[in-house]
């Protein structure tokens, strides 16, 4: 079995509006609503509702042959519910063709798998009730976490909770010699299987397609297949993972993106001896090679693949820190909206829009940060942080007085 897997991370934060100091204490919403509508249309528009329809058009075609699979955050799953019902819509005729997978993952796109095992696995639990909710019942078999963060020991705590595998980042100084196109098992859970992005080919689409300086520019289907039969025989799937907005929002329409990925399955098949798998096929036809090790997290960011993009400095430090300070006090409090904030708060995004090695080299993978500079960021989150924290004073005062 030679195959490819697709998969695409679907993602939008909730943004913090401008939060002043002296907005502690007299303003308890955070969140940019304007913003994020107006976010999340203009994706809607230019990417989730185009490339939805080519999918299900490439799906029908292929009867079945082409397959593909997302992952949706708990935070793009409630923007979509709110701003963005045809896209859900959308969505669920994808699902309901049978040949497309969703997986688990956090339900606040949250790093609480470095920092609590306790509210890493309830942000998990959240996720899959979501998900069953929005999606007849659907109950993900696969995980995949945060930012592809993983090492063994996350790894062993995913294995624990009953998933098949997981997916993360054929990160170089992991492999060595070895090949991204195996499926792996975990070190010290073999029963998970672990799949590995081929970085190369997944950011020639992802961040090289409308580059009109790269070598290789344009990337057409036939260059993309020929690439493709290059790879050894032996290995067996090309896992290609990418965010979704690459269609369309990263790389705009004129770049000729959706016209790649109109024809790319043709090529696939009339070209190359390879078919197309969810995540869940592979590994259930493909046994693993061996364990991969991983003993300090990897992610899919930078050369360097590890957590810096989002705790590589003080700022980062120390806004992490104080946010899981208060996971006790938040696990007193049953009060919903409070439960809602602390889950948006842990999205990782608010601590990338802090990284300064991004601010000062233009890295490719930089976001579009709502601030001006990474310390704006910080001050701005600490400030809601500042708010939090007395919300949750208040609260439990509240609760021990009617105890």
């Known amino acids: 079995m030679r195959t490819i897997c697709f998969y695409f ?9 401008p939060y ?10 955070y969140w940019d609503d304007f913003l994020n509508r107006s976010v999340m249309r203009r994706v809607a528009q230019k ?6 329809a080519l999918l299900l058009e490439l799906i029908n075609k292929y009867d079945g042959g082409f397959k593909i699979c997302f992952s949706m955050s708990g935070t793009f799953l409630d923007q979509m519910e709110s701003y963005a019902p045809d896209v859900l819509e959308s969505f669920r005729k994808l699902v309901d063709t049978g ?4 997986l688990n993952e956090t339900y606040g796109h949250s790093l609480a798998s ?9 942000m998990v639990r959240n996720h899959q009730e979501k998900i069953k909710k929005l999606f007849n019942g659907y109950t993900p078999t696969i995980f995949r976490n945060t930012e592809l963060i993983y090492s063994d020991q996350i790894g062993a705590m995913i294995a624990e909770m009953g998933f098949e595998a997981t997916l993360t980042e054929g990160a170089k100084h992991i492999l060595g010699w070895k090949s991204p196109n195996y499926v792996y098992c975990n070190s010290i859970e073999p029963k998970l299987k672990v799949l590995l992005k081929n970085f190369q080919l997944s950011d020639d689409i992802a961040f090289r397609f409308g580059n009109k300086t790269w070598a290789d520019y344009p990337l057409t289907t036939d260059k993309f297949v020929k690439w493709i039969n290059n790879v050894p025989q032996s290995e ?11 269609f369309g929002e990263h790389q705009w329409a004129e770049t000729g993106i959706f016209e790649f990925m109109k024809h790319l399955p043709e090529a696939v098949f009339k070209h190359t001896n390879y078919g197309f798998s969810t995540p869940s096929e592979v590994v259930a036809k493909v046994p693993p090679i061996g364990k991969i090790h991983v003993p300090t997290p990897i992610s899919w960011a930078d050369e360097e693949r590890d957590l810096t993009a989002w705790l590589g400095n003080d700022l980062q430090d120390e806004a992490f820190g104080k946010l899981y300070e208060l996971e006790k006090m938040v696990n007193q409090i049953d009060d919903a909206e409070i439960k809602r904030d602390w889950t948006y708060l842990q ?8 990284c300064t090695k991004f601010f000062s080299d233009g890295d490719i993978h930089s976001y579009f940060s709502p601030y001006d500079s990474p310390y ?4 701005n989150y600490m400030n809601v942080l500042s708010d939090f924290v007395l919300r949750l004073k208040e609260k439990i005062k509240e609760q021990e007085a009617e105890a």
């Not at 002043?20 to 919403?29: L, M």
């Not at 040949?99 to 969703?102: G, K």
């Not at 470095?114 to 309830?122: R, V, W, Y």
């Not at 704006?376 to 001050?379: E, G, L």
């Open 9 to 17: 991370q679907v993602h939008q934060p909730y943004r913090l509006k």
């Open 20 to 29: 002043r100091f002296f907005d502690i204490g007299e303003d308890h919403h």
């Open 47 to 52: 990417c989730y509702l185009p490339m939805n």
């Open 99 to 102: 040949h497309v997978e969703l």
């Open 114 to 122: 470095l920092k609590s095992k306790a509210e890493f696995q309830t």
């Open 236 to 246: 067996e799937v090309i896992n290609l993972f990418m965010d979704y907005e690459t």
């Open 347 to 354: 999205t990782s995004d608010h601590f990338y829009y802090m």
């Open 376 to 379: 704006d960021a910080f001050i």
